[in-house]
């Protein structure tokens, strides 16, 4: 089945700093979505991204399917962005999504 | 609109018991799926539907059985819990590709 990988797994940055994060996979997609899982556990919709680039705030993302990559950017991180950031993928000729390996991110005040 | 609901939040199971975790839905979803999340890890896929009538298994459905007899429950079956099964399950749903999870359900068999 397809391989999923995010890179960095883990991240420490001061607040106010920025961060590309990175999800790797290994077969062609339908789909790609980010997600937030907060410290409490709750998973937020980020992005929906099969192609192309999208931002909301601070956030932005950018796939490029035909690389097999896609990259979640976040600026003047704050605190409350900590948690665990996942890639999920639909692989083509599937309904299924694959997570990917997650990657967490801690903001110091 | 409730969205995804899971219940229970938290269950103690003992080994060898079963148990079924609750998964409504209240938007009219025709995808569904359930996974699990072990501690510090990501989420596996145990299974999901396309539609009422219709599952399939994910990464990981050793152990669980699903049934989808409406477009708003996706309810799944444990029927011999095994303290390998300690974890914390996601309930979500898609629209448009979009998926939408639920609050989880902690699990602990012992």
């Known amino acids: 089945g397809i391989q999923v990988e995010q890179s960095p797994p883990d991240l420490i940055l001061q607040e106010g700093a920025n961060s590309t994060l990175r999800c790797n996979f290994s077969?062609?997609?339908?789909?790609l979505q980010w997600f937030h899982q907060n410290p409490w556990g709750q998973l937020i919709n980020l992005f929906y991204i099969p192609s192309g680039t999208k931002q909301n705030g601070r956030l932005s993302a950018t796939t490029v399917a035909t690389e097999r990559y896609s990259l979640l950017y976040i600026s003047s991180s704050q605190t409350t962005d900590s948690g665990v950031y996942f890639c999920?993928?639909?692989?083509?000729?599937?309904?299924?999504?694959?997570f990917g390996t997650g990657t967490r991110l801690k903001v110091l005040a | 609109n409730a969205g995804v609901t899971q219940t229970p939040k938290f269950r103690i199971l003992k080994i060898g018991q079963s148990m079924t975790l609750q998964c409504t839905q209240d938007m009219n979803h025709n995808y569904m799926y359930w996974y699990r999340q072990d501690p510090g890890m990501g989420l596996k896929l145990i299974y999901y539907?396309?539609?009422?009538?219709?599952?399939d298994k994910g990464e990981v459905p050793n152990g669980y059985n699903v049934s989808r007899s409406t477009t708003e429950d996706f309810p799944l079956r444990l029927e011999l819990a095994a303290p390998s099964q300690t974890s914390v399950y996601f309930c979500a749903s898609s629209h448009d590709r979009v998926a939408f999870f639920g609050q989880g359900t902690r699990l602990t068999v012992v």
């Open positions: 077969d062609s997609v339908n789909n």
């Open positions: 539907s396309v539609g009422a009538g219709i599952t």
């Open positions: 999920a993928v639909e692989a083509s000729g599937t309904y299924k999504y694959i």
